[in-house]
């Protein structure tokens, strides 16, 4: 079945500093690939998504490209700003596993003025 | 309303007991998911219905857990028995069709068995 194996955290960075945070998969077929953030006292939202080979997933300044060779998907930020602490969760669906939704252990992220 | 609205949102309760926890999905959305969080654990899939399917639940952990969605929309979790490590948040989400994305978050319940 699928599975998305993500680093442990938590990441303490201090502000403006680059992000990485890296995300493996497997999966059979063709999976769809996903990044989920959860701020503080806040339900999970999806951050950006890829749905195919050497797609790039972009929004608020995060960017993620899935890279089949490598069954990866990393999140990167250039500059991160305390703001985006919180817990970042990979996740894929599709493949040959069909639509559920599988999710990684999560990473916190805390950024420091 | 706006969101997936969970409640309670946080849920204290002694062992051998049974609780229910509530899930309002955002209305029209015909997916709903059930999933588990635990400390230091990513999200584990328990349930999930769409439409008037037969619920897929090949996730729920074992028979001290049930789901219904009545009317396809409002959700039940029951937990019958509690057990100290049935503690977690229990997250609901729902989308407008399985498969499609995103899927809509609540906030959660958090349950403390003690």
């Known amino acids: 079945g699928n599975s998305v194996t993500q680093m442990e955290g938590p990441v303490t960075l201090s502000e403006e500093a680059f992000l990485t945070i890296n995300c493996t998969y497997t999966?059979?077929?063709?999976?769809?690939l996903f990044w989920y953030v959860q701020y503080p006292g806040e339900g999970l939202q999806l951050l950006l998504k890829?749905?195919?080979?050497?797609d790039k997933g972009s929004n608020k300044g995060f960017e993620a490209t899935y890279r089949k060779e490598t069954t990866s998907f990393h999140l990167e930020k250039g500059s991160v700003q305390v703001s985006d602490s919180a817990v970042y969760f990979c996740?894929?669906?599709?493949?040959?596993?069909?639509?559920?939704?599988?999710f990684g252990g999560g990473t916190r992220l805390m950024v420091k003025p | 309303g706006a969101g997936v609205s969970q409640s309670p949102s946080n849920k204290v309760t002694e062992k051998g007991k049974d609780v229910e926890l509530r899930c309002d999905p955002i209305s029209g959305h015909t997916a709903l998911y059930w999933y588990r969080q635990s400390l230091g654990q990513g999200l584990e899939f328990l349930i999930y219905?769409?439409?008037?399917?037969?619920?897929?639940k090949s996730g729920l952990p074992s028979d001290r857990f049930s789901a219904e969605r009545t009317g396809g929309s409002v959700s039940t979790l029951t937990i019958q028995r509690t057990q100290q490590e049935d503690s977690a948040v229990y997250l609901c989400?729902?989308?407008?069709?399985?498969?499609?994305?995103?899927?809509?978050f609540g906030n959660g319940t958090r349950l403390t068995v003690t």
């Open positions: 996740a894929l669906s599709g493949g040959n596993a069909g639509n559920m939704l599988t």
């Open positions: 890829a749905t195919k080979a050497d």
């Open positions: 219905f769409q439409g008037n399917s037969a619920p897929d």
């Open positions: 999966a059979t077929g063709y999976p769809s």
């Open positions: 989400a729902s989308s407008s069709l399985h498969g499609v994305q995103p899927l809509h």
